[in-house]
């Protein structure tokens, strides 16, 4: 889910009174069929959250031991203990991602401007360009953008995997912000230009704090993704203390067995964070996700 | 109105730099590097190999499966994941109680690192102490404990049934944007007409969805074409090559192999048959077909 194809949409357009067909009341099969919905998608984490907080003899039984007894932190503690490496790479991930996402709110959020507020030549080609590009399996850049790097000496640097993540999701981010930022009145921004403020200024004052919700869509999104990323992670990032969380805890297990009472507990550990993005957010993240899609 | 602006461009100029340097760039160099020979760049000691590559991939089996298994993996999944996702998007485009949780269901799996995702199925799928294996020999479907990950063709279709599980709820997210633009006063008029529930999905509610189900369904057509993460931390491409995809095949050309050129060309082709696909479901979308 890289990627955002289609044509724009007015963000704002959830603000609609609610139909009729929406209040009609519910029947029991279709709360019936909501539960099973809730269930089947919580139900993976709930098991790896059980796993986590049962200790080794529990998790390595025959038959399964459904609930854990006794329950236990001793998991976790023992990350900190024994393999604080995989806080490190939590620590890594979060690095990575929140300067990522100020990154690509910075760059793209100036040329959404630009392109959607401006008229200039060539404009429509410059936008249709970047879609394009971004339609190239990341995987297209790993054999390049692994050899610029080591000729750069950025392999294993955080500048490095910041400029990758950048790179890979600033079209997104152009392209959904573009669309929000088509909703600010024009009004407003005439009266500034007739009072002689310059576009950057215009940008900065007016446009940017006009268009927070969008803005804040944006920025969770992208934070997803770069948190998410894995095949640049993997690539740029080969050093054991500079992994990030996906890829740290991914290669974790090593050759021989699987520790997934550690693997466990370190996912639940990462995958917190985007627990409560989606939870807390998730007005935000449906809006920039379909204003970034539909039509 | 809009301005003519001479800053306009120069506003672009950090964005453009960052795409030409990670993504245009790089591109280009793989392009180059898939006609190469012996070369990991287009500076130093290029050498031309003509089609060579591309030839050597055709006549490669491994490559071939890998081919075959991401068409397979990708044409079963996309039409599940749609009609999952038309079924979850009717749901949430209703108003009840507790609306906020199955939202929350439905952007869950999507914001999940796929990578993590396939590590937490893949406990799950464990043959020797697995929660499916003990739900189902506790329920007395199985006997023995099944060997899902590790057995042909099991171990596929555990694959897709995680891509299933993961994306549906994404394409529902976006087939939702395309029911909220269809009018309600067409539903007020079909129960005027004292229209079903069914032909009123069929006849109304289907039709005025296209354009969303057509959007949907290329973008889950491109991702699904280039599944990398899945295979790599569900199967590690396994048992023998039977879940190893286009991408977990290139990724291993380049830096298990360490052949460039060989692992480039296997992108490049990956790339063309997703073009491909692209520009055919574009001009559907262009002619309003299907």
């Known amino acids: 889910m890289t990627l955002f194809g289609g044509s724009a949409t007015a963000p704002e357009r959830d603000r609609r009174t609610p139909r009729s067909r929406r209040r009609k009341p519910v029947s029991l099969g279709f709360y019936i069929v909501a539960a099973i ?35 236990t932190l001793e998991n976790y503690l023992n990350i900190l203990r024994e393999t604080p490496e995989l806080l490190g790479y939590i620590l890594n991930s979060f690095i990575v991602a929140t300067t990522t996402t100020f990154v690509i709110l910075a760059c793209g959020g100036l040329a959404a401007y630009s392109l959607g507020r401006l008229t200039y030549r060539g404009r429509n080609l410059i936008l249709i360009l970047i879609l394009a590009v971004s339609m190239f399996p990341p995987l297209a850049l790993l054999p390049s953008l692994f050899n610029m790097f080591l000729e750069l000496g950025m392999i294993n640097t955080y500048s490095g995997l910041i400029i990758g993540h ?76 500079m992994r990030t ?34 939870g807390v957010f998730q007005d935000r993240l449906i809006g920039g996700l379909t204003a970034g899609s539909g039509k | 109105m809009k301005y003519a602006n001479r800053a306009g461009p120069s506003f672009l100029a950090p964005a453009l730099l960052i795409i030409a340097f990670v993504l245009l760039f790089p591109i280009f160099q793989t392009i180059v590097l898939s006609f190469g020979r012996n070369s990991t760049s287009i500076f130093i000691g290029y050498e031309f190999a003509g089609l060579a590559n591309y030839q050597r991939l055709l006549n490669t089996p491994r490559f071939i499966t890998s081919l075959n298994n991401t068409i397979l993996f990708t044409a079963v999944t996309v039409p599940i994941e749609l009609l999952v996702g038309i079924g979850l998007a009717l749901i949430l485009d209703r ?40 739900m189902l020999s506790d329920i007395g479907l199985i006997a023995e404990r099944i060997n899902w990950l590790g057995a042909i063709p099991s171990a596929m279709h555990v694959m897709m049934f995680v891509s299933i599980w993961k994306t549906s709820s994404f394409m529902a997210l976006l087939l939702l944007a395309g029911l909220q633009t269809i009018p309600d006063d067409l539903y007020e008029a079909g129960s005027v007409d004292g229209t079903t529930r069914l032909s009123e999905f069929r006849f109304i509610t289907l039709p005025l969805l296209k354009p969303a189900i057509l959007v949907s369904v290329l973008l889950r057509t491109m991702d699904a074409m280039r599944a990398f993460e899945l295979p790599f931390n569900l199967t590690d491409g396994g048992p023998l090559t039977s879940t190893e995809t286009l991408s977990l095949y290139a990724y291993r050309a380049i830096f298990q192999y360490v052949n460039f050129n060989l692992g480039s060309s296997a992108i490049l082709i990956q790339f063309i048959i997703i073009m491909t696909i692209s520009v055919f479901y574009i001009l559907m979308i262009r002619r309003g077909d299907l």
């Open chain 2, 95 to 134: 108003n009840f109680r507790g609306k906020g949780l199955v939202r929350m269901a439905a952007l869950f799996p999507w914001a999940l690192p796929t990578a993590l995702n396939a590590l937490m199925w893949r406990w799950m799928f464990n043959t020797e102490f697995g929660l499916f294996n003990s």
């Open chain 1, 245 to 278: 969380a996906p890829v740290g805890i991914s290669l974790f297990p090593g050759e021989y067995s699987f520790p997934w009472e550690i693997i466990t507990a370190a996912t639940m550990l990462t995958i917190l964070p985007i627990l409560v993005i989606s």
């Open chain 1, 166 to 241: 950048a790179g890979l999701y600033t079209p997104i981010a152009v392209w959904i912000l573009t669309n929000f930022f088509k909703t600010v009145p024009y009004e407003i921004e005439d009266a500034a230009r007739v009072d002689g403020a310059s576009s950057l200024r215009i940008f900065w004052s007016i446009i940017l704090p006009l268009s927070a919700p969008g803005l804040i869509s944006t920025g969770l999104i992208v934070f997803i993704f770069s948190w998410n990323e894995f095949p640049l992670s993997l690539v740029l990032m080969s050093d054991n203390f």
């Open chain 1, 37 to 71: 919905t809730v269930v089947v998608s919580f139900f993976p984490t709930a098991w790896i959250f059980l796993t986590s907080i049962k200790t080794e003899a529990d998790i390595y039984a025959w038959p399964v031991q459904y609930l854990p007894d006794p329950a």
